[in-house]
């Protein structure tokens, strides 16, 4: 099995910035892409960045130059270092990734729980 586990959400002032962690563990061969997506309340799940093994990063028009997806592979660990939050950004941040279990295997997709990050004064 694989587990997805983040961390790092909480309340924070507009302006302020946040940094979520996702730590993947369990059989794991190697890692592909890794994700994070946001869900705000009566809104669709949106994917806001990902990165893939080689480090290329992409990023929705909402967070480019605000957000920042980064991952340590011999962690297993993806993160989202998040500035200049907005009320808007308030949403539960979730992670994903495509995990190989075994060369044997092809890679499939792994979510995490979930991390609530609420941006209010």
């Known amino acids: 099995q694989v587990q997805l586990v983040e961390s790092g959400g909480g309340l924070v002032q507009p302006g302020g910035s946040l940094r979520l962690s996702c730590a993947a563990s369990g059989s794991i061969f190697s890692i592909d892409y890794m994700r994070w997506y946001r869900q705000a309340p009566g809104k669709q799940r949106e994917l806001i960045a990902d990165i893939s093994r080689g480090g290329t990063t992409g990023y929705a028009d909402s967070v480019k130059a605000r957000f920042t997806i980064s991952r340590d592979e011999a962690k297993n660990t993806v993160y989202l270092q998040m500035n200049s939050l907005k009320p808007e950004d308030t949403a539960v941040y979730t992670c994903?990734?495509?995990?190989?279990?075994?060369?044997?295997?092809?890679?499939?997709?792994?979510w995490g729980q979930g991390t609530q990050v609420t941006v209010s004064s």
């Open positions: 994903n990734a495509d995990v190989r279990r075994s060369v044997l295997v092809a890679f499939d997709a792994y």
